[in-house]
Every structure is written in structure tokens, then in C-alpha cells.
């Protein structure tokens, strides 16, 4: 379930359990699945894949029946999680896949419970964000709930005040996966004026929503531990954004994370509260804990490599790894040390600079671009003998363009042709 309170796993599976044989031997495979990986028993995994192979069997011979699709997309997302307990992620992406596209071609001839929804459209996004080119599958749907960030003014409850913010984040994943996307990797000064001026639009609506949200915060802060957790991690998520939105064209120009020093800080801060709340700590008392739901583990990462703050950036990275939740596809351990060796890379002193933890990482050091993607995907490998990542840093930026490594501060001002280089 994660850090929020969630109507599919606390409800409904097991109510559809009780009726639908395709569900429940569902359920049996992924209890089966984590029992496995708990204790090993080779047992387990043989009757795992038996009730597997049962309720997808199941599947097939319901299909005439009124709630097929609703048990078809019930048993899709016990299938996801399935596939990624056995370290399957391609295919737990494929089911993810199908089941969108399966809810998103019947939206119109049944009646989908909303919990069920609602898990799709965060998988959904968790995906998009972590795969580049990947736009979200229902991001024009009209089950999506559609709100005007114009007119918040203040949250009824956490529920509400997530909805919202999952749609602004659909329509930023939107924006940046389609028009938006070809410009990326372009100097900013060529970025068309109404692509400058749909970024300006979507950093007020999470200016907006934040204003409403902090007010929110400020009363239900207290209430109880697991709405606290879910605040937080909405909180955490809304300086996520703001950063990711706000530095979007800026790929090659870090000297804009700068301005979101702040901003940084609070989501080292506000995770550390979440990690130390008694709820929390009882849900990560397992070193087999999945969660597909919204997770810290982006927004900790991409403080640890994007962060200048030597000592926030370390604290990103202590948090991850007190964190043993499998965060969907992010394995919490890979990805923690490769927030390190990217770490490694601009402070252990080897491109003429003597870190200091107490100071700015300089231009000169910094780590522009990287290749996660596969990383990420195939976290289970632990070998060392993938390689894992591509590291550039701004020194190879200036040494591929003839230019004096020691003004690369100084050049990197000047310069606006990123365009132009060939970067890894």
C-alpha cells in the first residue's frame, strides 16, 4: 500500500476475493510470490506459478461474464506486483501496459471501480516518469478527474488534495513528454516563447496548489500517523515537481538547480519526518516490502545528484538506504549506490576539486548526464558486471569544445551551444 491509505488493497481485492476464483487464486500467487522470497522454500514458488497460471486461465474463461473486465484489471495489478516480487519487470511493464490499454478502450461500456482507477493512473505515471519517451496512457482519459488549479482553495481532506495534485502531474507529464520533449537537450534561448510560457502556467498552478496545500498541512499535520505519511509524502512530491518543472530546459545549464536549494532541503527534511513516524517504521520493518504506489525514492535521488549542498545530498542518500521498500521498479539499495557513484564522482577531488562539505559543489564538478534507465530496471543485478550507468561530467562538456577546463565556470555562462555537443 505504501504511504497512503488505498480503497483497491484494504477493500476491494479481498471482497472480489470471496466470489471470483481468477482473484483469489491471484492472491494466492502473490502471497505465495512473497513467501517465497521471505524464506526460499522451493515449494512455494511451484505452487505460485500453478495458481498463476490458474487465474489467468480463469480470465480467459470469464470473459463473457458482466464483471470480466473488472476482475481482468483487479488480476492485471495482481499480476504487476507478481512479476516484480519475481524481478520480471518487462513483464510486469507489459501487464501494466495491457491493463491501461484494456481501461482506457472500455471506459465507456462498464462501470470500473474507482480504487481500481485511481491505481492505474499512479502506475501510469510512476512509469512515464521513469522511462523518457514514455507519454501516459491515460492522461486524456475522461475518468481522469479533471481540476482547475485556479480555483483551489482549500482541501477537504488528503484524498482530495491528491487528486488534484495527480492531475497537474498528468498534465506536466504530458507536456513534457510531447511538444515539450524536443527541446529538452536544446539550448533554452531556442525554445519557442508558448513552450516558456506553458512551463510559467504549470509552476503557478504548483505555486497554487501548494498554497492550498500548506494551509491544509498546517491543520491535518497532527491528525494521525497515516494521514501524516500520505501529507508528507504529497509535500515531498509538490517540491519534486516544482524542481522538475522549473529546470526542465535546463538540462545542460545546472546553474538553475541553484535556485532550488531551498527546495532540496525540505524534501531531505520532510522525508526524514515520514521515515521516523511509528507507522512507517512498522511498514519498512520488512526487508520485503512492495510498494507500486507514489514513492520517495525519485525525489531522493534526484536531490542526491542534482542537489549542490554536500551535506543535504548525503542525507538523500542515508535515507534511501534506510528505505528497503521496493518502490515498484526502483530497488531502493541499486539506487542508492548509484546516487554514490555519481556522488564519488564530483567530490572525490579527481577533476581538480578538493570537496569540502560545508561548500557549493562548483560547475566545474558537476555530473550533467547519466543513463539510469536500464539501471533501474534490472536493479536485482548486483554483480557489478552490467554496466550500470554513463557518467558525464561538465569538465568533458568543456574539454570536448576546446575549452580551458579551469574557466569552465566561466565558459559554461558565456556558451549557449549545447546543442551542438556530443554528449556520452
Wanted: aromatic content about 10%.
Amino acid at each position: 500500500m505504501g504511504y497512503f491509505k488505498s480503497g483497491f488493497w484494504e477493500t476491494l481485492v479481498f471482497q472480489a476475493s470471496t466470489t471470483n476464483h481468477a482473484v483469489r487464486n491471484a492472491i494466492l500467487s502473490l502471497a505465495a510470490s512473497h513467501e517465497q522470497v521471505v524464506d526460499s522454500p522451493k515449494s512455494l514458488q511451484q505452487f505460485a506459478m500453478t495458481r498463476y497460471s490458474a487465474a489467468a486461465k480463469e480470465i480467459i474463461t470469464s470473459q463473457n461474464r458482466s464483471d470480466s473486465i473488472q476482475t481482468t484489471l483487479i488480476c492485471c495489478l495482481l499480476f504487476i506486483c507478481f512479476e516484480l516480487w519475481q524481478n520480471n519487470f518487462w513483464q510486469a511493464i507489459k501487464h501494466l501496459e495491457n491493463g491501461l490499454v484494456l481501461l482506457k478502450e472500455t471506459q465507456y461500456q462498464t462501470s470500473i471501480d474507482s480504487s481500481i482507477i485511481d491505481s492505474f493512473i499512479r502506475l501510469d505515471l510512476q512509469l512515464s516518469s521513469m522511462m523518457p519517451d514514455r507519454e501516459p496512457t491515460l492522461c486524456d482519459c475522461d475518468f481522469v478527474k479533471k481540476v482547475d488549479p485556479n480555483v483551489i482553495e482549500l482541501f477537504k481532506g488528503e484524498e482530495e488534495a491528491r487528486i488534484s495534485f495527480d492531475y497537474i502531474r498528468m498534465s506536466i507529464m504530458k507536456f513534457t513528454k510531447t511538444e515539450a520533449k524536443p527541446f529538452q537537450r536544446q539550448n533554452k534561448h531556442l525554445v519557442p516563447a508558448h513552450l516558456l510560457a506553458k512551463q510559467r502556467t504549470l509552476l503557478n498552478h504548483l505555486q497554487l496548489w501548494g498554497a492550498a496545500f500548506d494551509t491544509f498541512y498546517q491543520t491535518a499535520i497532527n491528525v494521525n500517523e497515516t494521514t501524516s505519511s500520505g501529507i508528507y509524502t504529497l509535500a515531498i512530491w509538490h517540491r519534486f515537481m516544482t524542481i522538475f518543472v522549473g529546470t526542465y530546459f535546463s538540462v545542460y545549464d545546472e546553474f538553475d538547480y541553484f535556485n532550488y536549494n531551498a527546495h532540496f532541503d525540505d524534501i531531505v527534511t520532510l522525508a526524514a519526518l515520514l521515515r521516523n513516524l511509528p507507522t512507517v517504521d512498522k511498514l519498512l520493518e520488512s526487508e520485503t516490502t512492495l510498494s507500486c504506489d507514489m514513492n520517495l525514492m525519485q525525489p531522493l535521488f534526484v536531490t542526491a545528484i542534482k542537489c549542490r549542498k554536500p551535506a543535504t545530498r548525503a542525507m538523500a542518500v542515508a535515507l534511501m538506504r534506510s528505505i528497503p521498500l521496493r518502490e515498484g521498479t526502483w530497488f531502493t539499495q541499486q539506487v542508492a549506490d548509484l546516487a554514490m557513484q555519481m556522488i564519488k564522482a564530483e567530490e572525490d577531488g579527481t577533476m581538480n576539486y578538493v570537496p569540502d562539505r560545508s561548500a557549493l559543489i562548483p560547475l566545474c564538478a558537476r555530473v550533467v548526464d547519466t543513463t539510469i534507465q536500464d539501471f533501474a530496471l534490472n536493479g536485482s543485478d548486483a554483480t557489478g558486471n552490467k554496466k550500470m550507468m554513463e557518467i558525464v561530467t561538465m569538465c568533458e562538456i568543456c574539454l570536448k569544445s576546446g575549452e580551458n577546463q579551469m574557466d569552465c565556470d566561466d565558459w559554461v555562462k558565456e556558451e549557449s551551444g549545447y546543442d551542438k555537443l556530443k554528449v556520452g
